[in-house]
């Protein structure tokens, strides 16, 4: 208590010079530029980009201005973000293409920018449909499957330059553009890729079969060559005693190996039965 | 808390009682050295002293508690802390102490403000940089300054200069297409379900602070964008069965880092590594199709091949067999095949019911209802020789 009244006019005098400090002196981070507006017209920029400077030795820091008079308004230093809603594109040979793309732009003028965009959420606002339409017309002179291919550099750099030459008028400049994606657009031409991708899988398949029974028919073929080779090389020593053997082998299988039973009516002349005349 | 029975008034009736309740309350240093100097407050309440009807209460001010132990009210706080507190009867030990007036009787007041800021200047002057981080300095958080390496650095104070500390070794991961279904076109134009993880690192923590607006979301993109440009290089059998994924992954992370480059984003492209690549979940039944249909092809040739095994393990067989009669039959030729025949015969005859018709001039009778019922049987074969010619 005794403090406050013993400072009591130096402390105030603290707490204007206070106030008075942080209505005049401004922290410009490296991030921004910012534009000194005074009664309405810009008057200078501080820490505006430039390539060849590094950080540390930009114009970021601390400045200052006429506290009431001058306004000040930050814009961003940094590479900004400018993205698309998907576009359908139509190629020149009149296929459909679902295309998302962005671009990166940094402001170079922020006076200019200030001026004509006022901030940066108007500046994309007013670049989207630019970049959208430039899109539209570069890609619409090209060919679908040119499309789908990453080959795409001369296209994106003619959208750059045209996209660039709009953002100029409004302080920006364009940095990059990419397509993000190009897809097929959702119903028939999805549809219709994935039937294709069906068939093509389809037969595929039937060929993979169809592959299988015909090796597997050689295999028994060649076995079966080569059985019959087999017997002819062991049975054509003797043609005559094979087929007396083989007789042999077939009656036993015949009439041993069948179900139920068998007559049989014999004359006596048969060969087995000449004993039984007891004939010599 | 106050109505139980307290471990400190338990204690032995020795002296110290008093001191031991009193320290919390003063927990500065000065108040500590009073502790030793004071002589402390009369010893009233004391277990041991005869007035007090049970232990000592410890949440009670020793000075003021003269009756029977009670919780403290209000009063009791307040007078405890005033000027007029028991200070008025207690040494500087006392609760409520004091400061000890400062040699020439000036106020504590500029001290106090001037430890305090030398603590500030002394805590926010100091930074420990851990070995994976990397420090940023500012001045009022605006220009930069200069970078700061791990170990102890020493900056002026806040807000003089400000500090920003970022881990810049850790490999971040960035997954891309996990949610969902992501459909990429690949090079001939089939479309292929692709999940992919992006591992990514602080290059440079200035340029990744300064350079860019939303530098995760430049990252997305950039890797969406590189691809879609390797796989569309792709064709879908080679994206799906993973022989060209390594070219991908190496393509995108070289894209990528080339483009970042020229933003000048401060990030490094670790690794690319493909985590999911599957057909498109409209098709992939007739995906699988193919594999089966494969598997079938496979299962076709395999009972065909045992089918060849044992047509040839037969004839092998077979060909062994005869070939060992053969041999046998060469050395006595007419013999082997009258034995081989009436062996047959015997085997063959045996079995079966056998009619001899003596005479040529019989009519034979076949006896028709028996045969029949055998046919109803099984259907067994009914065999008529004719005379044979010899």
Redesign the interface.
Known sequence: M??WQTHKPSLIALGLLAAALLSTVI?????KQAVIIRTGEPVSVVNQFSPRKP??S?G???WWRLPIIDRVQYV??????LDMQPQQVLSNDQQRLQVDA?A?FRIIDPVLMVESAVSEDNLRAQLAPILSSVLRQELGRRPF?AL???ERGTAMANIRAALDRQARQYGAQV??V???????PDGSPLET??TR??T???A???T??A???K???I??A???A???R??A???G??PE??D??RA?QS??ST??G????????????????RQ?RGRR | MAGRKSPWGGGSGGGSGGGSGRGPEDGDGPAGEGEDSGSGPPDQDRPGSGKSGGPRNPWLPPGSGDGPRRTPNIEDIFRSRGPEGPRRRGGPGGPGFRLPPRPGGK?W?PVAVAAIVGIWVLVSSTHQVQPKEQGMV?????????SMTPGLNFTLPWPIQQVTVENVSEIRPLRIGTEGEK???T?D???VDLSYLVRWKIKDL??F??????PE??LA??G??AM???V??QD?DAVVSGEGRSDIEAGVRQRMQA?LD??K?GIAIEGVAIEKAD??T??VE??K??S???Q??????N???A???Q??A???G???A??Q??AQ?KLA?EVT?RR???E??E???G????????APGVT?Y?PLPE?KR?AV??????????????
């Open positions: 005794s403090f922290i410009v981070p490296e991030t950080f540390g930009t970021a820091g601390i961003d230093r940094r590479i900004l973000n962005y990166r499957a789908l291919t990453a940095i990059d990419r397509i993000k994606r190009a897809d097929l890729a994935f991708m069906q093509d899988r389809q595929e398949s039937e993979i079969k592959r299988g029974e090796d597997a028919q295999i028994r060649e076995a079966e080569e059985a019959a087999i017997y090389e062991a049975y020593k003797d005693f094979y007396f053997y042999m009656y036993r009439f041993l069948g179900e139920g039973q068998s007559s049989i009516i014999l004359s006596p002349d048969n060969e087995y039965l039984f | 106020s007041f500012t001045w009022f958080g605006g220009k930069y300054s200069r459909l990429i076109l090079g134009q089939n479309l200035t340029q602070s300064y350079q860019l607006d939303n979301l430049t993109e950039v969406e964008s879609r440009a390797s569309a290089e879908l483009v020229a933003y984003s057909p498109p409209k098709v007739a995906f199709a193919v089966a249909a494969q079938e092809a496979n299962a076709t040739r009972r065909s091949r089918y060849a095994q047509v040839l037969r004839a092998q077979d060909a062994a005869f070939d009669i053969y039959y030729p095949r081989l025949y009436y047959t015969m085997s063959v005859l079995k079966v019911d056998k009619t001899v018709i003596e034979p076949l045969v055998r049987e099984a259907a067994p074969p009914t065999i008529v020789t004719g005379p044979k010619g010899n």
